[in-house]
């Protein structure tokens, strides 16, 4: 069984920085790509950043110099460090495992998500 599990969702003001972090942990040979999705009331869920296993990155036009995803050493953990936060990124961060592989079978695997709140 894959878990991922999140911390680092909080409340802060606008300007502030937030750092989430996921783990993934189970019976897992590899992972492409982590990424960070979020979703707010009434929307589709978005992604904001995401990071391949050879380290290339992605992000959404809204965060890019704002936002930076990493992954950890052990490539299982991804990080996404946000900075000038705007009231505007408020939402729930969903972490998420694409392609994940354990033993023949290969799956997604999504995050419980944490609360980010950016007061004005």
């Known amino acids: 069984q894959v878990q991922l599990v999140e911390s680092g969702g909080g409340l802060v003001q606008t300007g502030g920085s937030l750092r989430l972090s996921c783990a993934a942990s189970g019976s897992i040979s590899s992972i492409s790509v982590m990424g960070w999705y979020r979703q707010t009331p009434g929307k589709q869920r978005e992604l904001v950043a995401a990071?391949?296993?050879?380290?290339?990155?992605n992000y959404a036009d809204s965060v890019k110099g704002r936002f930076t995803i990493s992954r950890g050493n052990a490539l299982n953990t991804v990080y996404l460090q946000m900075n000038s936060l705007k009231p505007e990124d408020t939402a729930v961060y969903y972490c998420?495992?694409?392609?994940?592989?354990?033993?023949?079978?290969?799956?997604?695997?999504w995050g419980q998500g944490t609360q980010v709140t950016v007061s004005s």
């Open positions: 990071i391949a296993s050879g380290g290339s990155t």
């Open positions: 998420n495992a694409n392609r994940v592989r354990v033993g023949s079978l290969l799956r997604d695997y």
